[in-house]
């Protein structure tokens, strides 16, 4: 069983058009993470979340950690072809001690 | 500075042999992190290393086991190589122990086993 479940796995959808990616959990996670990673690459960290209801913006993408610290979102709006690739959450239980648990992820193509 | 640096970058083995990996820290971070990425399991943690000790270790047989040098640099090893083992093995380094801290990935080493 996956602790942390992303969907959808994938994704396709014209440029300019906004969409949102979701990262769900029965777990409780002290801190939230998401990552986006290009092919042959490793994950780049975009975000922590670290309070219950917290958002944060950059740019255009807009993460937000759920009340009870069990589920996060990520929203894009007006995507753009540079926004592909695979986007990863990982969430930190506790003081972090057990490492970070990732998401399987969704992959995200932004079609011109 | 610096990014996370990984080599090889990529590694063909066959069934029975084994494998060593590096990773060179970004400078002044202390913790460094082992994953192994599959299309099928997604990223799954291996174990960390902080100040040359094991500080966490996922659930990974015994034929994957690690170290780290008093400059902070790890080895990543895994014996007796089985066709399951191909993947994408990444490094990631952070200042402190445990993911409170930001962590910084490497590019990984690509390893097939055949």
């Known amino acids: 069983t996956q602790l942390l479940e992303q969907s959808p796995q994938f994704l396709s959808i014209q440029e300019g058009e906004n969409l949102t990616v979701y990262c769900n959990s029965s777990s409780v996670f002290s801190s939230l993470q998401w990552y986006r990673q290009e092919p042959g690459e490793g994950p780049v960290l975009l975000v922590t979340v670290v309070t219950g209801g917290e958002v944060k913006k950059l740019k255009r993408l807009t993460f937000q950690f759920g009340d009870a610290r069990k589920d996060s979102s990520l929203h894009i709006t007006a995507a753009q072809t540079g926004d592909t690739g695979l986007y990863l959450c990982a969430g930190v239980k506790g003081g972090g001690a057990d490492g970070l648990t990732f998401g399987k992820g969704t992959h995200l193509i932004i079609q011109p | 500075k610096a990014g996370v640096t990984q080599t090889p970058r990529y590694l063909i083995k066959t069934r029975g042999q084994q494998v060593t990996l590096s990773c060179s820290p970004i400078?002044?971070?202390?913790?460094v992190s082992w994953y192994q990425q599959t299309p099928g399991q997604g990223l799954q943690f291996l174990f960390e290393?902080?100040?040359?000790?094991q500080r966490n270790k996922g659930n990974f047989p015994g034929r994957f086991s690690g170290r780290q040098f008093s400059n902070s640099r790890s080895e990543m090893n895994v014996s007796t190589l089985e066709l399951g083992d191909s993947a994408l093995y990444l490094c990631a380094s952070s200042l402190g122990w445990g993911f409170g801290t930001e962590a910084f990935f490497g590019q990984g080493t690509r390893l097939t086993v055949v």
């Open positions: 400078s002044g971070h202390r913790s």
């Open positions: 290393y902080f100040s040359e000790t």
